[in-house]
Every structure is written in structure tokens, then in C-alpha cells.
């Protein structure tokens, strides 16, 4: 599924998550080293193992907020919009996910305009550095998707 | 090293094939912890507690995967066995290549890397008790569990809410500050810290520190002015007798990074001191459990060869390090440790005051991290030693938040590991944990059917040991692995075994 992202965002976050050391796991981690790469005017880029909760204070400040994670439930490239989620009583172990992190910001103060969940497919998460072919070529594709996102265009 | 305690521990525990067994609750998973887990409750023909087990139903094999790589890659390899602290993995290891190199890093690093251990700890602690315990605290045991999170906090408390999230992100800039990240800090080497602290940190910090503290001690009010509700909790938490562990120095202070192995006893009288982080083996004995891949460490003196290692229960952590010190090394936190101890009656030995004594460490590391900050050589421009191989068989020791974190490492001429052992806090708080909830369970389950308040304590007398078990599973190759097929009353059909 592709939503269609809205025009002109400048002020935008990237938060890819997910353990290096665990193969296709890494890839949400790796898009969002090559953003950083791309050093796009207004994107700040955040490397997480996990999401944890003072991240909210991060996505309480921007329009825009694209978090990247793999997934072994899509078997191609996901791009999703999501919206504040309602908590339950595992809230806040390392189960965190996106939509508590928005729930966060908005009763923080501030819910970005636009938060879309970016899943990269992902079959081997065995240790290793290693991603699977189809994991690699899905990194690209999400990096090409993500630039598009932020620059509105 | 003296005898161990006067009053003999408790050493009931599940026995590893019973037949007895004819009931049995589970709660799986445990919520609001790190890694993955689940408990075992099994209840008497009559339907009451008979006893409990706390497995750990997660494995990473870290210990194997990093053999064959080199130490000086290990820093940044063992952080990735946490999330949540990967600091503590970072100075262990660090510690650990220093000691390979052989050398005595420079003053400079020192202080930075023991700023960065206070940031660990303050965020460590903040993410325990503002977003973990304090929904329970604050909202009830038996409140609503779709509204006892966060956001049911938020909603209550909005203040301090927001002021919990803002010091765990204090906690996370002191690290990213000096380390270079705030999760995987690619900052803290072998021989020290990759590049020195400049005056405009040092300044933001400093500047950071007063809202910090401010939080701190208000959620200390808070605390102390809720703990008399909590009566029956204190009681029946985990308070039992047990060793305590914990890193210790000549003047007594409380010690977060360096210095000396400590134990003492349920009295408080000291059980080992002056132990070096090299012979910790000569205190703590690891024993396997079959129902859990996280390892049981004991203290080995006090229990003799074929005894259960129940005998040298020990609790590491906030708990076991307010017991082993003697000051906190810092007013505001001295004072409140006074008035800690007075609450305890000493020793404590509630592990309900684990919380308590997150609280007063948070306040303590806001103190000691403004006095190293105050000091003009933190800015200092040496903050690395070098050197090639010179000891092969070492040891690395730090104070994570949730206790001491052992890093033991073989390595061969070229400085890649040949063998590795970690010891980490959760591990050491394993025997105390399902001692705890077993207690829990014989306090408040009568008869098979348990509310979900019930259920919640027993959780919350694992949280208060803020588990984090990702870090803490058994090296692949050693884990004794059984598949067991039960039948509803307990036998067992069958069984795979491995390991």
C-alpha cells in the first residue's frame, strides 16, 4: 500500500530502527544512514536498536515524521500513513511502536502533520551483517521513496 | 572474606520435575520489561501457591557470536546486546581492552566516561520508574490495564509525565554528548573515549543538570509521600534475606564505574570485600536452571558443593549498592539516603525498595555528574592511551543501572577472543526474582482464580528489578535445552533434551 504523500514538507524526521547485528533486521537502520548521506536541507535522522519514549520529544517538534523498520509480515516494500495509537498495558517495554510514540507527542503538545510507518521486507534475521537480496533491493527502493516523501514532491 | 549470613536464606524452589504439580498459571509474557519471559505458578490439590519460576524464554548467544572477533571491536559488538543499556556494555568491555592493552587511561577519560555512566544510569532509571512502575503507583494496582500505561499517567500527571520523558532525554544528551550517540555510542574505546568533552557541552550540560536534579527530588517527595500506602507491598516484594553485590572503594562511597568487587550480608555485615574484578570467580558461582536460558550466579562461599545455590542469593542493582555503600559521596543524596535507611530499618532488603533506591541514585548521579563537571580538566585534550596486546586473560567491570556487569574475554596474540563470559545484572537478580514472585503469589492468590490486579503485582515484582533480559541469555552451545510435552495434570509424555 502507497499513500500519497502531501507537498512542501521541509521540517522532517527519520527514525529507522531495528538491530545491526541481526541481518535484514539492520535495514531500517541502514535507509536511515543513507538518508543522513543525502544531507536533505530540513531532515533530521535518528538510529535507533528500539523505540523508546523521550523520541516524542523529537517528533513533537516537526511536520513530518517517516519511521523505517523491517518487517517479516510484507513482502514488498510498505509505506503506510499512521496516526496516535491507543495504549494498552504493554505499553513502553521495547515493544514501543510508532503510533504510541505519535499518542506521546500529541499529549505532549504537538503531532506532526503527516507520520507514515515504512516496512522493508525482511526473511533472515539470524546474526550477521549480511541482508537477504530481496532486503537490499527493498533499502534502495524505501531510500528513493523516502527523499520523495520529504521533498514533497 | 568473613562468613556468610547469620540467618539462614530461604531455600524453597520449584522442583525440577514435579509430579505434585496439578495446576498451573501462567502469565506470559511478562509485560512492561525488556526481552522476553514468562512465569510459572503451580497451585496444590488445594488450590494454593506452591511454588513459582520466572523463565526467560529468549536467546541471543552473544558470548558465541563473538568469538573470533577482535577486542577492540568488542565495545561496539556487546553494546548491541541492549537497547536500553548499552553504555554499561560499552565501559565493561572498554574496561576489558584496557586491560588487554595493559595500560591506565588518562584522568581525562575517567571523568568522561564516568559522566556517561551517570547519564546511563539517570536515563536508565527515569524509563524504570516514570513510564514502567509509576503507572502502578500512581494509578493503582487494580486500575484499569488498559489505562495503567503512560498515557493513563499523562492523563492523571500530566507534569510529571513530561518531566520523567524530559530527564530519561537528559540522561540520553549526557551520553550522546560525550559518546557520540545516545544508543551504540561509538564514542568509549579501549584505552579511553574517542574525543575530548569542548567547554560548550561541558556548559550544556551543566545547564541541563538543574531541571535534572529539580526532577529528581520531586519525585523523590512524591515517592517517600506514597510509601506508606504501600504497607503490604514492602512487605511482601522480595523481602527476604539475601547477599548484596556491588563495587566499593576505600572511602566507602557509593561507586558506579571502578574500584572493587563487595558483598554483604543480610545484616550488612561485609561477606567479601577487596575482591578484584579479575577473581570474581572466587565469590560468584553461575549455575543452569532447565526452565530458563538466564543464568543463576551465586555467592559461592556460602554454599558448599551439592547444596542448592539458593544458599548465596544475592541481589545486584540500586538496592544492592544503597546496601554495600556507606555514603553516596553527595549532600542532597546522603541526605535522603539517611532517611532511606531509617524507612528500611538499615539493610534493606525489600526488593519493593528497589524503586526508592532508583530514585536516590538519579539524585546522586545529578550531584556527582555536576562536581565532575566543575572540574576544569573534564575538558582536559588527553583522553586516550595506546597500546598492542599485553595481557591475554582479562576481566571489565562496570555498574550498569541494573547491577554489576562482568565482561571476561580470552584473546590470542593478535587480540581476537578465543573465549567470553558476561555476567549481567539481570542474571545475578535471577534467584531473587522468582523468590519474589513466589512470595507474591503465596501473599495474594488464594485459589485458582486471579484477578488481573493480582496478576499486575506479580508482574510488578519483577519490574521493580527492572529486568532486562536481552542481555542475559546463555552461550549457544551450553544452554541445557529441553522440549517437554506435559499433560494437563503435570506429567510429563515426553522430553527432548540437548545441552
Request: aromatic fraction near 6%; include cysteine.
Amino acid at each position: 500500500m502507497r499513500s500519497s504523500p502531501k507537498s512542501g514538507v521541509a521540517n522532517s524526521l527519520v527514525v529507522g530502527y531495528g538491530n545491526d547485528l541481526r541481518g535484514d533486521d539492520r535495514a531500517g537502520r541502514l535507509v536511515a544512514s543513507l538518508i543522513e548521506e543525502t544531507d536533505l536541507p530540513g531532515v533530521h535522522v535518528l538510529s535507533q536498536s528500539q523505540l523508546t519514549p523521550e523520541i516524542s520529544l523529537e517528533i513533537a517538534k516537526v511536520d513530518l515524521v517517516v519511521f523505517v523498520d523491517a518487517s517479516v509480515e510484507t513482502a514488498t516494500l510498505d509505506i503506510s500513513a499512521v496516526g496516535p495509537g491507543v495504549a494498552g498495558p504493554t505499553t513502553m517495554s521495547h515493544h514501543a511502536d510508532p503510533a504510541t510514540l505519535l499518542r506521546l507527542a500529541r499529549d505532549l503538545g504537538k503531532m506532526p502533520n503527516e507520520a507514515y510507518v515504512v516496512s522493508i521486507p525482511a526473511s533472515n534475521l539470524d546474526l550477521g551483517f549480511n541482508l537477504s537480496p530481496k532486503t537490499a533491493r527493498a533499502v534502495d527502493e524505501a531510500v528513493g521513496a523516502i527523499v520523495e516523501l520529504v521533498r514533497g514532491s | 572474606m568473613e562468613s556468610p549470613p547469620a540467618s539462614p536464606v530461604k531455600t524453597s524452589g520449584l522442583a525440577e520435575e514435579d509430579d505434585n504439580v496439578k495446576n498451573m498459571v501462567v502469565i506470559d509474557p511478562v509485560t512492561r520489561i525488556e526481552g522476553h519471559a514468562k512465569i510459572t505458578i503451580a497451585l496444590d490439590d488445594s488450590g494454593q501457591v506452591s511454588d513459582c519460576r520466572f523463565h526467560v524464554t529468549e536467546f541471543r548467544g552473544f558470548e558465541e557470536f563473538c568469538k573470533g572477533r577482535p577486542v577492540w571491536e568488542m565495545p561496539s559488538l556487546t553494546a548491541r546486546t541492549c537497547g536500553i543499556c548499552p553504555v554499561s556494555h560499552l565501559l565493561a568491555s572498554a574496561k576489558a581492552g584496557d586491560a588487554v592493552m595493559g595500560v591506565k587511561i588518562p584522568d581525562t577519560a575517567v571523568k568522561l566516561r564516568r559522566i556517561v555512566n551517570l547519564g546511563q544510569i539517570i536515563q536508565s532509571h527515569a524509563l524504570s520508574f516514570f513510564h514502567l512502575s509509576a503507572p502502578d503507583l500512581l494509578l493503582g494496582w487494580d486500575s484499569d490495564p488498559a489505562a495503567r500505561n503512560v498515557f493513563g499517567l499523562m492523563a492523571e500527571e500530566p507534569e510529571l509525565a513530561r518531566r520523567g520523558i524530559m530527564l530519561r532525554s537528559f540522561g540520553q544528551g549526557v551520553i550522546e554528548s560525550i559518546a557520540g550517540r545516545k544508543v551504540h555510542s561509538p564514542g568509549i574505546l579501549p584505552g579511553g573515549i574517542a574525543e575530548p568533552m569542548t567547554q560548550e557541552t561541558r556548559e550544556r550540560l551543566q545547564e541541563g543538570l538543574v531541571e535534572a536534579r529539580r526532577t529528581a527530588e520531586d519525585a523523590l517527595v512524591l515517592f517517600t509521600g506514597m510509601l506508606d500506602m504501600f504497607k503490604r507491598e514492602v512487605q511482601a516484594f522480595g523481602s527476604f534475606p539475601s547477599y548484596y553485590l556491588g563495587l566499593s572503594n576505600d572511602d566507602g562511597l557509593w561507586e558506579h564505574y571502578d574500584g572493587y568487587l563487595k558483598m554483604v550480608d543480610a545484616d550488612g555485615n561485609v561477606a567479601a570485600t577487596g575482591v578484584a574484578p579479575f577473581d570474581y570467580r572466587t565469590i560468584i558461582g553461575e549455575a543452569g536452571r532447565r526452565d530458563s536460558y538466564l543464568k543463576s550466579p551465586y555467592f559461592k562461599p556460602a554454599v558448599a558443593p551439592a547444596d542448592d545455590p539458593l544458599k548465596g542469593i544475592y541481589r545486584v542493582g540500586p538496592l544492592a549498592r544503597l546496601n554495600v555503600c556507606e555514603r553516596m559521596g553527595a549532600p542532597a543524596a546522603d541526605e535522603a539516603l539517611v532517611e532511606y535507611r531509617e524507612r528500611a530499618g538499615g539493610i534493606a532488603s525489600s526488593s519493593f525498595f528497589y524503586h526508592y533506591a532508583r530514585l536516590i541514585e538519579i539524585l546522586g548521579a545529578t550531584e556527582r555528574m555536576a562536581m565532575h563537571l566543575a572540574d576544569d580538566t573534564v575538558v582536559g585534550p588527553h583522553v586516550r592511551a595506546r597500546a598492542g596486546v599485553n595481557e591475554r586473560h582479562v576481566v571489565g567491570v562496570s555498574e550498569a543501572p541494573r547491577g554489576t556487569l562482568f565482561h571476561e574475554y580470552q584473546v590470542d596474540d593478535h587480540g581476537v577472543l578465543t573465549d567470553m563470559n558476561m555476567i549481567i545484572a539481570t542474571g545475578q537478580n535471577n534467584l531473587p526474582m522468582n523468590e519474589t514472585v513466589l512470595q507474591i503469589a503465596k501473599e495474594w492468590i488464594d485459589g485458582p482464580d486471579i484477578p488481573e490486579g493480582i496478576l499486575n503485582r506479580i508482574e510488578a515484582g519483577i519490574r521493580a528489578y527492572d529486568p532486562c533480559l536481552s542481555c542475559s541469555t546463555h552461550a549457544i552451545g551450553q544452554m541445557p535445552l529441553v522440549v517437554s510435552l506435559l499433560a494437563p495434570d503435570g506429567e510429563v509424555l515426553s522430553e527432548v533434551r540437548r545441552g
